[in-house]
């Protein structure tokens, strides 16, 4: 991997931060423990206002970390969804805030039941290179909303817009309340090791592990957003250039480096050429030109640029057909740090890219006779963090929500299920556990605490023992049945 850009003394001072700032968010939050709705709402508006102060340094900053990181790939995919995450919590709070009533049966009349949804406490947020804004801003959204302190871990990939976040952050709240750490793979360690009340990670399924386990010696629930090797199952039915409109901007935005990019696709026999040449016909109207292109972002760092040329390279001595989508030279491309997007046909079970999550703009095509097959084949591997149909045929859809396991759907279309604000967005399996997002969300990071209440008429003394009076008689008579 990338070389960690913070020294080792400053990854020790961020350590003492962390410790320090986690004591005194504990503390704030047991002297106020329940933030009004008028008061979370107040907490949202300031951050989203200090992210449209920021807007422009944040773009910047992205783009210096990648090296090249389309403006719109910033603006479309990480801050908009971010800033969408914000209005939506601001509008949604009250009510998700109101206690649920809850029917009390009648053996323990006169009563009330209902669930209240209290703060958990100082939230921890482990955040990846990839969408550095929206994978750190959105559930600190969903968080705040919820009442909490907030801690956030940013990947050490990122420096220079983890500068802005914690310029930014800083100016919008005290540290006991929000607080934003860079540093590296040591401080990530550190941090993971926090009692918390929620830790939620996004990231590789690997590192998932190693923070579950260290979340499980605090008893610290987690949420995980690991990803894996999402499908696209494309239609017998299906135009094959109205099919690849539906995927081919998810495959590419962010040169492919999103955690719910069509990994592989599973198109129907004898339609590979026709696949093949749609996806050219997209992406070449998409980027004219790769080398030079602003409009087409960066690989990360050069470790995980010499990692997916090397993962070509074994699929390719393997036996796969290579497949270059642009009309651009691959090795230029590279030499700038970038990876146009190539095609891989004939692949097998052996390659590295068959078994692992891309995370790049590699896109592997495996044949299939029938949809039961493409469906047998999703199922023989472990469940994807989305899934995605390409086909007008209702039947098939149905066939394919029904018989598959993953952590989201689109139907005709590619990773817009993540910004639709109402919907739950998580794992399954190896692909993560727990969702966030929506009211689901904001029930992640609360405690639903369900609350019975009785008011001056105490009916239960009459059921007290000694047992065997009339009144015991008949509450068997009429709840043992």
């Known amino acids: 991997m990338a070389s960690n850009p913070y020294t080792p003394e400053q990854d020790e001072q961020l350590v003492s931060s962390i410790e320090q700032t986690f004591s005194d968010q504990k503390a704030a939050f047991l002297a106020t423990p329940y933030w009004s709705a008028e008061q979370r709402i107040a907490h949202l508006k300031q951050l989203r206002s200090a992210m449209m102060k920021y807007q422009n340094q944040l773009v910047t900053a992205l783009d210096k970390d990648f090296g090249n990181r389309a403006e719109g790939d910033s603006k479309m995919a990480d801050f908009m969804p971010s800033l969408m995450a914000v209005d939506y919590a601001i ?10 009533k809850r029917h009390v049966g009648m053996l323990f009349q006169p009563a009330k ?7 958990l406490g100082v939230v921890g947020i482990i955040t990846p290179w990839n969408y550095p804004l929206y994978l750190s801003l959105g559930p600190l959204a969903t968080a705040l909303a919820a009442g909490n302190q907030v801690m956030i871990k940013m990947s050490e990939f990122t420096p220079n817009t983890n500068a802005v976040m914690e310029k930014m952050i800083g100016e919008a709240f005290g540290a006991n309340h929000v607080a934003i750490f860079a540093g590296g793979p040591t401080v990530a360690a550190h941090f993971s090791t926090k009692a918390f009340d929620h830790l939620l990670f996004t990231g590789s399924t690997r590192v998932g592990k190693l923070v579950m386990a260290e979340a499980a010696k605090n008893l610290t629930p987690v949420t995980l957003e690991l990803g894996g090797k999402s499908p696209t199952i494309i239609g017998d039915d299906m135009d ?9 901007l998810a495959k590419t935005l962010n040169a492919g480096q999103t955690c719910v990019s069509p990994d592989y696709i599973l198109c129907p026999e004898g339609k590979t050429d026709d696949l093949i040449t749609a996806c050219k016909h997209w992406f070449n109207k998409m980027y004219p030109t790769v080398e030079g292109n602003n409009d087409y972002t960066s690989i990360i760092n050069q ?19 290579v497949h270059c989508i642009s009309e651009e030279s691959v090795d230029a491309c590279i030499a700038k740090g970038k990876l146009p997007l190539i095609a891989l046909t004939n692949v097998t079970d052996d390659m590295i890219v068959m078994q692992e999550e891309i995370f790049g703009p590699l896109l592997p095509i495996v044949s299939y006779q029938d949809v039961e097959q493409a469906i047998t084949y999703v199922n023989e591997r472990e469940r994807p963090l989305a899934l995605y149909v390409c086909s007008h045929n209702k039947a098939l859809q149905e066939k394919v929500l029904r018989n598959t396991h993953s952590g989201g759907v689109c139907i005709n279309d590619a990773a817009m299920h993540v910004a639709q604000d109402d919907l739950p967005f998580g794992g399954i399996g190896a692909s993560g556990m727990g969702h966030y997002h929506g009211p689901e969300g904001f029930q992640t990071f609360s405690k639903a605490k369900g609350v019975f209440a009785k008011g001056k008429i105490n009916s ?5 023992p000694p047992y065997g009076k009339l009144i015991h008689k008949l509450i068997y008579t009429f709840f043992i049945k």
């Open 460 to 464: 239960a003394v009459q059921a007290f």
């Open 113 to 119: 039941a209902y669930v209240m949804y209290q703060p």
């Open 303 to 321: 470790a995980q640029l010499e990692r997916l040329t090397n993962w070509l390279d074994d699929a390719q001595q393997k036996g796969a057909n």
């Open 240 to 248: 094959m250039r109205d099919a690849v409109s539906r995927f081919i």
């Open 91 to 100: 509008k949604h709070v009250k009510s998700w805030m109101k206690p649920s």
